[in-house]
């Protein structure tokens, strides 16, 4: 078949590892063009307010017999509640009312914040007490029992419909509003009241649990310190040490999952040890990295680049230890696996993380409240209008990104499995639902554009951590992380991982992959069912006439008459934009040796696997909403961050002033 029109560029590089240097011309390419954006007008900065330097103070309270006493801490009864004592004791430590509307007091190091009771709230479980006395527990952001309002000197549940009094000397809430006694705070706690203190920590509160299939049926189990159960064990995650905790009320304190795995040994055991709040010079072996989920699935991996394990099977049945990525292929006794699921709020935090991190959050700083949020401030996240067209200025776009790409003579440096092709398909995709209809921006989204240099040099310049994000992804090629895993589905999944880092506002929803040449044409056919505007990442794997395994990706659209497949990793020295434009043009599903051809970017391909990844909206609230870091006004409108990892020390204050999280 003659195929007039059609760019064909067997493209090595675009195989998931490859390095290499690149000449000192290309070098000094990139440097000059880098110089570009200095000349630009000014980003407008954006009026931000951080949080108040706190005041740490004991909470002073006037009781029903007119005399004033303090809350201390107490750890009694196998419980961690708030004792009303004398202030002169030494019980009585030193709280802050924070940004997130947290009570909070720093005790051996662990922040522990006052915690409503959900049998009296029905927050998180059903309720099913009267009353009940108000607990201590580690501090979280996912945890509405414990946001707190203040009302005329007296503390109320952030919903107001439970007042804080107290009973034996001990704070609790009661649904019966004449239930005694009630207490309100003294006037010396005004100035306190009104500080929006910076907070101690932003830990979630989660599960660790894992999927197991029997002949029976699916089951869930949750790992614990003590081995893995079927009910819901609560864990802490703490994003600024890493930490994995269990908390023990009794006394306070937690115990954190640790690897004890050493450099020479391919597997070990974990441990759990005793461990606190406080952020350490470098990561210890407590830390655990929980970004490369799928949604809220996937692995963890410790402080070494060691994957966490489960036992499936036989007398260690549900026990945790690590291993060596090099180590897993033959780590096949009792079926053991790496894959987790988290709570979905680890989820909603990797996504702000690493949006925070590449300037794509939409809001600086945050409104605090989903009411504050007008239509024109909110970034929808869609697919493109049904009766889109890629105008000259667009096309034009798409050509400067695909020839972004050294030429066929020199090997690019890639970034982790994000291969030229594959980080041009999320350059594309990142533009096109940031600015169409409208122009595009004047720099490239995540690198900056330039014929004949890699964009990863630009990449790593711009955003240094999320160059380094991607670059983990590199662990996870070929590694198993559960029994049954092929290296076509290892790729797929590391590809799928990489797009949730790299364009975290988005849900990416994974085709099938198919494997037969019956279920490939069925895969292609089925794009043309999608609705117009559609977008997709896809992923291909084909065999070349010298015999070798190629892999390729690029984005397709469903376009009002059919598919355009847009090429990547272009070598301006293949293709002009006369030949790039012909390319764009839409494709009917009468022609499936094309549209494989245009997809592989090859003639004539033997194509083995193909699957997609499809660009989604996220329709739950993201924490962009609530929280923001300080020096976030990013690069303008909708692009926002400070391209740091997130800290409680740099959190802002909120529109509202407290993020009602």
């Keep these: 078949m003659?195929?007039?029109?059609?760019?064909?560029?067997?493209?090595?590089?675009?195989?998931?590892?490859?390095?290499?240097?690149?000449?000192?011309?290309?070098?000094?390419?990139?440097?000059?063009?880098?110089?570009?954006?200095?000349?630009?007008?000014?980003?407008?900065?954006?009026?931000?307010?951080?949080?108040?330097?706190?005041?740490?103070?004991?909470?002073?309270?006037?009781?029903?017999?007119?005399?004033?006493?303090?809350?201390?801490?107490?750890?009694?009864d196998g419980e961690s509640y708030i004792y009303i004592n004398d202030c002169s004791s030494s019980s009585v430590l030193f709280a802050r009312y924070d940004v997130f509307q947290r009570v909070a007091w720093k005790i051996k190091n662990v922040w522990l914040c006052m915690t409503a009771p959900n049998s009296v709230t029905g927050v998180g479980r059903k309720a099913t007490a009267d009353w009940d006395y108000i607990k201590l527990r580690p501090c979280v952001i996912n945890d509405p029992n414990q946001r707190w309002i203040i009302t005329g000197r007296v503390l109320y549940t952030a919903d107001k419909k439970f007042r804080v009094k107290d009973h034996k000397w001990y704070a609790y809430i009661s649904k019966n509003e004449g239930d005694y006694y009630n207490h309100t705070l003294s006037s010396s706690m005004d100035e306190w009241i009104d500080t929006i203190a910076t907070p101690g920590n932003m830990s979630l509160k989660t599960s660790l649990g894992w999927k197991f299939t029997g002949t029976s049926g699916f089951y869930m189990y949750y790992i614990s310190d003590d081995g893995s159960k079927p009910e819901i064990s609560d864990l802490y995650y703490n994003p600024e040490n890493g930490h994995i905790a269990r908390y023990f009320p009794a006394a306070g304190l937690l115990s954190c999952m640790a690897s004890q795995q050493s450099f020479s040994e391919n597997w070990n055991w974990v441990k759990w040890l005793f461990c606190n709040d406080n952020i350490p010079d470098a990561y210890d072996s407590g830390y655990w990295n929980v970004s490369f989920l799928v949604g809220r699935e996937g692995p963890l991996l410790d402080y070494r680049g060691n994957f966490l394990r489960i036992t499936q099977y036989g007398s260690n049945w549900g026990m945790s230890y690590t291993a060596k990525p090099s180590y897993l292929k033959q780590d096949t006794e009792n079926s053991p696996k790496s894959e987790f699921v988290l709570s979905y709020d680890i989820e909603r935090w990797n996504r702000y993380a690493m949006a925070n991190v590449e300037d794509s959050l939409p809001y600086c700083p945050a409104p605090g409240k989903k009411q504050d949020v007008s239509g024109s401030k909110q970034r929808v996240k869609r697919n493109l209008p049904s009766n889109f067209q890629l105008d000259e200025g667009w096309r034009r776009r798409l050509y400067d990104i695909a020839t972004t790409t050294p030429s066929t003579s020199r090997i690019p440096l890639g970034q982790g499995i994000c291969g030229i092709c594959l980080l041009h398909a999320f350059q594309m995709l990142a533009e096109l639902q940031d600015r169409f209809p409208h122009p595009p921006r004047q720099r490239g989204y995540f690198f900056d554009l330039a014929p004949n240099t890699d964009p990863v040099f630009s990449l790593r310049r711009r955003y240094p951590r999320l160059h380094r994000a991607i670059g983990l992804a590199t662990v996870f090629y070929g590694v198993p992380v559960t029994p049954m895993a092929d290296p076509v589905n290892m790729s797929m999944r590391a590809a799928a991982a990489t797009a949730q880092v790299i364009l975290p506002n988005f849900d990416w929803v994974q085709s099938p992959i198919a494997t037969d040449q019956s279920a490939i044409r069925s895969a292609i056919l089925d794009l043309f069912n999608a609705p117009v505007g559609t977008m997709w990442i896809g992923l291909s794997v084909y065999i070349r006439p010298n015999g070798t395994t190629g892999r390729h990706a690029l984005p397709i659209l469903r376009s009002p008459n059919g598919l355009i497949i847009i090429p990547t990793n272009t070598p301006i020295t293949t293709a002009n934009f006369y030949t790039y434009n012909l390319a764009l043009r839409e494709l009917p599903s009468s022609d499936i040796p094309l549209i494989l051809s245009r997809i592989t970017q090859i003639r004539n391909p033997v194509v083995t696997a193909f699957a997609t990844l499809r660009l989604t909206e996220i329709t739950a609230q993201p924490l962009s909403v609530m929280i923001s870091q300080s020096n976030c006004t990013g690069e303008g409108e909708g692009r926002r961050g400070n391209q740091q990892s997130p800290t409680s020390a740099s959190v802002n204050q909120c529109d509202s002033g407290r993020c009602p999280l």
């Design 2 to 76: 003659e195929h007039r029109g059609v760019l064909f560029v067997d493209l090595d590089n675009c195989s998931f590892k490859r390095k290499s240097n690149l000449s000192f011309f290309s070098f000094f390419f990139v440097f000059l063009f880098s110089l570009n954006p200095l000349f630009a007008a000014p980003i407008p900065t954006i009026s931000q307010k951080p949080t108040d330097k706190p005041i740490d103070k004991a909470i002073r309270v006037k009781v029903h017999n007119g005399g004033e006493y303090c809350y201390a801490p107490a750890f009694v």
